[in-house]
């Protein structure tokens, strides 16, 4: 591999750098670049490795992103469980009856 080519990458295989960005000279520099145009444009499109760019949000913004959504798939999952379970109380209710 040669060390002029920009290399970025979130984590690897080795347990130490699992939460870490890691990357050679060249891709921390452009990561840097992307980091400064984001910052003064909102955004950089810069290809960075397994990155495809980089956002700068507002407060408002980047809290709206990290809320964890309530989809209508997790609620009708609870309810068919729910029911699920109610359905096998109510069998055991009636052969425990007999």
Request: some cysteine; proline content about 2%; glycine content about 10%.
């Amino acid at each position: 591999m040669k060390d002029d080519k920009a290399q970025l990458y979130l984590g690897g295989p080795a347990v130490q750098y699992e939460d870490a960005l890691v990357g050679n000279r060249a891709g921390l520099e452009k990561l840097k670049s992307a980091i400064d145009e984001a910052i003064e444009n909102g955004e950089s499109s810069v290809s960075l490795g397994d990155f495809i760019g980089v956002k700068c949000l507002s407060e408002k913004e980047l809290r709206e992103a990290l809320k964890p959504e309530n989809s209508t798939g997790s609620k009708i999952g609870f309810w068919l469980i729910g029911i699920c379970f109610l359905f096998t109380v109510v069998i055991v209710w009636l052969a425990s009856a007999q």
